[in-house]
């Protein structure tokens, strides 16, 4: 029904249309979406990037339940995500209630989110992306001749997914993180057999650093505006300020003063916009470009190997080298982390509700995730505002395909389809998150 | 290709409104996702894969609840293709959280979330896949357990029914030695009438179930939400919302939650025996 409604908005005239592509349903992404490309003559005309998941409203219901819930709810909106979403929701909590948690409790939070990027940048890497750079269906097809790589991928998986499962209980929808830490603050004792799987971990995110960038780049570049969090210590991964490269700093809770979401006809997420300045790009490019300095010496050393740049952020295809780069630091944190824990202090930090409004923002792995919430003195939740990455990209994605499309146009039908359907992919796209789906339709007229 | 070698069977997965984690289950199976290609043939899986192989598919999965006109139409397709289907998950089986709006006006909802209530078509309600057409295994929890799911293909290979057992998470308790959360600690806790499969996993960490792998066979819920007012000072909404979540698309929940509808403290003896 809400497809039928979208054609006939963007319908064309059907007798000026000579040919048309269409991909009803993009392969290879989280959830379900549409591209649609309207041509005149060598021209190309229009371009949406089309969510067609169907809303499932979580800000509407998350009304009228207590806020000890928030995490185990918000979780659900992302299988590939869920530490993120838990994460915005707690420390926005944190802040309503006017508690701060423990260094203890701040490092198991950063190892357990470790884990989540490993997992997921992982699955998108090898899974995903791979396989269009190979000329491949899938990672499976790929596996036949790349038997070594896809294996190693599934190993560096495996090792984010049982980090996760170590401190979380489980690696999709985690039970173990709350308001105030952990139900269960995890003994060293029982993350120790995690260092062997996360070095062995680590070297194959070296190997795939050096695998993805030997990968042919279309080339192709743009200017974009890099929004992240920035932390004076620390690669952003739960906490920071948000900057952009274009001079953008503000706290956490300053973000609906500078950011805009407009509700635009063709999708079921969100627009966001940066209220003076429009479209901007969040996620790996836009971390690494603003916190290049602040990776470890390792990761900067395996980026020079392949003479990665930070100028190659703006090329999105180059997405996956970052990725990469970004799984071995992960990979390094968590190894740091686990050789310095000791289980100190308390599980989590007891509070009484109060009323009050905070806000959570953290980087998801496919960049900064925001959440507000207004709760009442009874603990209970008054006002919900969630803003995913991938609605926030969903601007820039668009004008990376009018440019790639315009760029390659010259290519036959197929070839363009595909180059346009790997543009979405650059993004990682969660598209489960960002409802509030993707189609690909080429136009011809 | 040599004449001898049998057919593979063909793996379709479908999604519906649903956050993607069960059928991410499937990719989970880091150890098994190969040697489980050689064996079945995954036909259509649009996560993991650009390549469509068309039906009719031997085993389908499908996560997700229905929530639109065009997902109710799109499940009878995916059923006419479909020797088998199997529902993965509480969105697929219960409704999922986002059954939340059968209990409420989803056009308030519609409004609270979007600035142009008019550009969203979606259905009052999230149902189960079962609501809509015949399901030949439900495979509970949010998310699925994998070794659970690998269960599920095996079987399914050899045409046997699945060894998921239908009994409450306290005997898994039970069975790893947990300490009751609830008898110990005082802590509210859904085990008895949630559906096992899990591993008992909240009460291992020091936490009550709370419920995501959906009612066991005979729950009784009345029995165990009057325990949480009486026996840990809790009042009617708290067990009507701990009852009404990641399963609220179902008959059983919805029955169950309204007898904890009204916020008076006062609980009906009446309404105890149903």
Known sequence: MAERKYESQNSLDPSNASETIRVDYLARVEGEGAIYIKKRGAEVDTVQFKIFEPPRMFEAFLRGREHTEVPDITSRICGICPIAYQMSSIQAMEQAVGIQVTPTIRDVRRLIFCGEWIESHALHVYMLHAPDFLGYDDAIQMAKRFPKHVVSGLHLKKAGNDLMTALGGREIHPINLRVGGFYHLPEPNALRHMLDPLKRARDIALETVRFVSKFEFPDYAYDYEFVALSHPDEYPIHEGRIVSSRGLDISVSEYLAHFDEIHVEHTHALHSVLKSRGEYLTGPQARYYLNENKLSHTVQEAARSVNFTREDCKNPFKSIIVRSLEMLYACEEAIRILNEYEAAGPSWVPYGPRAGVGHGCTEAPRGILYHRYEIDSAGMIREARIIPPTSQNQKAIETDLLNVARKYIHLSKPQLQHRCEQTVRNYDPCISCATHFLKLEIENE | ?274
């Open chain 2, 1 to 274: 290709m040599a004449a001898t070698q049998r057919k593979k069977p063909k793996l379709a997965v479908w999604k519906f409104a649903s956050c993607d984690g069960c059928q991410l289950s499937v990719l989970d199976c880091e150890d098994e996702l190969l040697p489980i290609s050689e064996l079945i043939e995954i036909a259509n899986f649009a996560e993991a894969s650009s390549r469509v192989i068309g039906g009719p598919y031997d085993l389908s999965l499908v996560e997700g609840s229905i929530t639109t006109a065009h997902d109710a139409a799109r499940i009878q397709q995916v059923r006419a293709q479909s020797k088998f289907l199997v529902t993965i998950g509480a969105c697929a089986t219960g409704g999922g959280i986002q059954a939340l709006r059968n209990y409420t006006l989803v056009d308030d909802y519609v409004r609270y979330v979007y600035a142009h209530p008019e550009y969203i078509r979606t259905l009052a309600t999230s149902t189960p896949i079962s609501q809509h057409v015949k399901v030949d295994f439900e495979l509970q929890g949010c998310p699925i357990n994998k070794n659970q799911l690998v269960e599920v293909i095996s079987a399914f290979m050899i045409g046997r029914r699945p060894n998921v057992a239908p009994y409450s998470e306290c005997i898994d308790c039970k069975i790893k030695g947990n300490v009751c959360v609830m008898v110990a600690h005082g802590t509210p806790c859904l085990g008895p009438i949630t559906h096992a499969g899990c591993g008992a996993l909240c009460p291992s960490f020091n936490r009550g179930c709370y419920g995501c792998y959906g009612p066991k066979e005979t729950p009784n819920s009345g029995s165990i939400g009057r325990w949480f007012i009486k026996e840990m000072n809790r009042d009617k909404p708290f067990v009507m919302r701990s009852i009404r979540s990641f399963y609220s698309g179902t008959e059983f929940i919805k029955t169950a939650s309204s007898e904890f509808e009204s916020a008076d403290s006062e609980i009906s003896e009446k309404s105890s025996h149903g």
